[in-house]
């Protein structure tokens, strides 16, 4: 049973920075891209960042500058770190992973979700 385990969120005023972690455990054979993606009420979940096994980086447009993903692949974490926050960030963010977890196929596993609250 593959888990992913999010830590890092909280509230934070205007300008200020913090730090996501995500871990996935449990029955692993791989794990292909890993990403967070974020959530605000009322709107749709969107992608904010995505890392491949490489190390290939993408962004959204609007994070470009501020955030930075990296990826610790013999600990099998991904971090986010977000810096310049700013009220539009406030958002639920979700940790993602393509994950092999059997001899053959890989599939999307997500976090719980961490909440990020951005203060003006």
């Known amino acids: 049973q593959v888990q992913l385990v999010e830590s890092g969120g909280g509230l934070v005023q205007t300008g200020g920075s913090l730090r996501l972690s995500c871990a996935a455990t449990?029955?692993?054979?791989?794990?292909?891209?890993m990403g967070w993606y974020r959530q605000a009420p009322g709107e749709q979940r969107e992608l904010v960042a995505g890392?491949?096994?490489?190390?290939?980086?993408n962004y959204a447009d609007s994070v470009k500058g501020r955030f930075t993903i990296s990826r610790d692949n013999a600990k099998n974490t991904v971090h986010l770190q977000m810096n310049s926050l700013k009220p539009e960030d406030t958002a639920v963010y979700y940790c993602?992973?393509?994950?092999?977890?059997?001899?053959?196929?890989?599939?999307?596993?997500w976090g719980q979700g961490t909440q990020v609250t951005v203060s003006s």
């Open positions: 993602s992973g393509l994950i092999r977890s059997t001899a053959s196929t890989y599939q999307t596993y």
């Open positions: 449990g029955t692993i054979f791989g794990i292909n891209t």
């Open positions: 890392i491949t096994s490489r190390g290939t980086t």
